[in-house]
Every structure is written in C-alpha cells, then in structure tokens.
C-alpha cells in the first residue's frame, strides 16, 4: 500500500485548506483511513478517521466542527477539508490505511503511512 498526500500549505488564519491522500492498492474500499498530524515537539495526535465505506467519521476535539474528513472509493482517494484554519493546526499532516471495516481512532491501529503534507497557519 503506497499512500501519497498532497494539498499542504501556507494559510492565514481563517482560511481552508483540502488534504488529499490518494492511495495506490486494490479493494480501497477494505481500509479505514485516517489522518494524523504532528507539530514541531509535540507527539502525533489524530485528526479524523473514516471507516471503509465513509458512513462512520470520527474527529479530534479540537477540529470538530472545522474539518471534515472523506473519502471516494471510485478514486482511491481521501480527502481532509479543513475550514477555519487556526495556527495551532500548524503542522505536518499524515493520512493513514488499516485493513478492516472498523473505525480507527489510534495510530497504533494504522499499518500504512503516507510522507506527510506540512500546513502552516500564520496568524
């Protein structure tokens, strides 16, 4: 399973940004993904998961509200808008794949990473 996000950069607060994360494998549809981020210092905290079908979502906290996390299996694609962007989102963003129906919430569930897309917020 390759992973490859794209779509980071330089916003001011306020703004949106969308994440993609396109991933190169068969039976898309058989992963739940996830995005994860970790900023400079701290450790990586998750951000949103879908489950394999994009009926069950889960968020942070901290983003809820803000972001919303898809995904399209006719394009082995997800995605991360992120609206209201607020510096303290600053960091390097990752998408990840777990085979299973489930709901994944904790890294540790997550077999597959991407390289990471950076976001930065200035304020």
């Known amino acids: 399973v390759q992973l490859q996000a794209s779509g980071g950069g330089s916003m001011q607060a306020g703004g949106s940004l969308r994440l993609s994360c396109a991933a190169s494998?068969?039976?898309?549809?058989?992963?739940?993904m996830g995005w994860f981020r970790q900023a400079p210092g701290k450790e990586r905290e998750v951000v949103a998961a879908v489950n394999w079908s994009g009926g069950y979502k889960g968020y942070a906290d901290s983003v809820k509200g803000r972001f919303t996390i898809s995904r399209d299996n006719t394009k082995n694609t997800v995605y991360l808008q992120m609206n209201s962007l607020k510096p303290e989102d600053t960091a390097v963003y990752y998408c990840?794949?777990?085979?299973?129906?489930?709901?994944?919430?904790?890294?540790?569930?997550?077999?597959?990473w991407g390289q990471g897309t950076q976001v930065t917020v200035s304020s």
């Open positions: 494998v068969h039976s898309f549809s058989n992963f739940g």
């Open positions: 990840a794949a777990r085979l299973g129906l489930s709901l994944y919430r904790n890294g540790l569930d997550y077999e597959h």
